[in-house]
């Protein structure tokens, strides 16, 4: 069973940064996705970041495009999102979310996509 772990949520000031982290447990494959998405109060859920493990092709939500980056470290199962210029707006639950094995060609932000999904990490940014 795929367990997902999210850490480094916190609060900070508008033009900070945060690194949030996602340890992945109960892999046997190689090819699958993984993801970051947030939700605001009163919003739906919206994609961040995500990552194809198998090709390692990111993609970026328009709205986080120059100042948030998505990377994993293979040998660890460790997925990062390092935010940067922190805003007001970019207050959310962060979830990590995962695909199963090869149940994914190329990083998508579809939340549909996505069989497992961590716990969340709160992130609030102040003006």
């Known amino acids: 069973q795929v367990q997902l772990a999210e850490s480094g949520g916190g609060s900070v000031q508008a033009g900070g940064s945060l690194r949030l982290s996602c340890a992945a447990s109960g892999y046997t494959g190689s090819s699958y996705c993984m993801g970051w998405f947030r939700q605001a109060p009163g919003k739906e859920r919206e994609g961040v970041a995500a990552?194809?493990?198998?090709?390692?092709?990111?993609l970026n939500a328009d709205s986080v495009k120059g100042r948030f980056a998505i990377s994993l470290d293979n040998a660890q199962n460790t997925l990062y999102l390092q935010m940067n210029i922190l805003e007001p707006e970019d207050t959310a639950m962060y979830y990590c979310?995962?695909?199963?094995?090869?149940?994914?060609?190329?990083?998508?932000?579809?939340?549909?996509?996505?069989?497992?999904w961590g716990q969340g990490t709160q992130v609030t940014v102040s003006s």
């Open positions: 990552i194809y493990r198998g090709g390692g092709s990111t």
């Open positions: 979310a995962a695909t199963r094995p090869y149940y994914c060609a190329y990083a998508t932000l579809a939340a549909g996509a996505y069989q497992y």
